[in-house]
Structures are given as C-alpha cells and as structure tokens.
C-alpha cells in the first residue's frame, strides 16, 4: 500500500511540476496522459530507489561541502534521467534544459511530495 501511495504523490508532483513549468511536457490525452503520468512516476520511483542513493555516496564530498544543496543537483539529474528513460521506453514525457526545468521541476517535485507525504496517512496509522 506504501508503495501505491509513493507512486500517487509522485504522479501528483511530476503533474505539478508539469503544469508549473512549459519546459516539462506530459504527452497523451484523457486516460492515455493518466498511464503516462502513472508510468513516468513509476520510473521516477524506481530510480530515487535505486540510481539516487549509489549518486548520493559518490557525491557526499560535494554535498558536503555545498551545505546539502548538491543534492537539488542530484534530483535534477534524476528528473533528466526519467525523461531519457521514459523517452526509450515510449512514454511521451519530456524535460527540455537541465539546468532551468529539470532543476525548478526538481525543486517544485520535492515540495510537492513533501506535502502529499504529510497528507497521506503513514505506515503506522
């Protein structure tokens, strides 16, 4: 169940950071754009599982030394590679600049989910 709403409160900020910002597209309509939203947060999840801790112990000298803030980087570089690998599995999802859109998206996605997070019920309740 944990996992499901993991997925929802990242289709929610990805949906967020989507319409905030013109440089992140969500292709497909009606129920095509839900799967494909549903998907990109799939990948997006499966990739802060696994690609981001291994990038996080490579970069702990800099983010370090930045006072944490290498880390917005880093979930940058995972929103890039989720629209790489969304593009080569077939979804149509698309980050224009890594620097302006993956790195404002990066920020509005780790707010967003912050505030899903609070709002979904835990584990424990």
């Given at each position: 169940m944990k996992?499901?709403?993991?997925i929802v409160a990242n289709a929610?900020?990805?949906?967020v950071a989507a319409y905030l910002?013109?440089?992140?597209q969500i292709g497909g309509e009606g129920?095509?754009?839900?799967?494909?939203?549903?998907?990109v947060?799939?990948?997006f999840g499966v990739l802060?599982?696994?690609?981001?801790?291994i990038l996080k112990l490579l970069s702990l000298p800099l983010i370090v030394l930045s006072l944490g803030l290498f880390l917005f980087i880093l979930n940058a570089?995972?929103?890039?590679?989720t629209s790489w690998l969304a593009g080569a599995i077939g979804l149509d999802f698309h980050v224009d600049?890594?620097?302006?859109d993956a790195v404002l998206g990066a920020i509005i996605i780790s707010a967003v989910s912050l505030v899903v997070d609070m709002l979904l019920p835990d584990a424990r309740d």
């Open positions: 996992m499901i709403l993991t929610v900020a990805i949906w910002l013109d440089g992140i129920s095509r754009f839900f799967l494909t939203l549903l998907g947060a799939v990948v802060n599982a696994i690609v981001k801790p570089l995972m929103l890039a590679l600049s890594f620097f302006w």
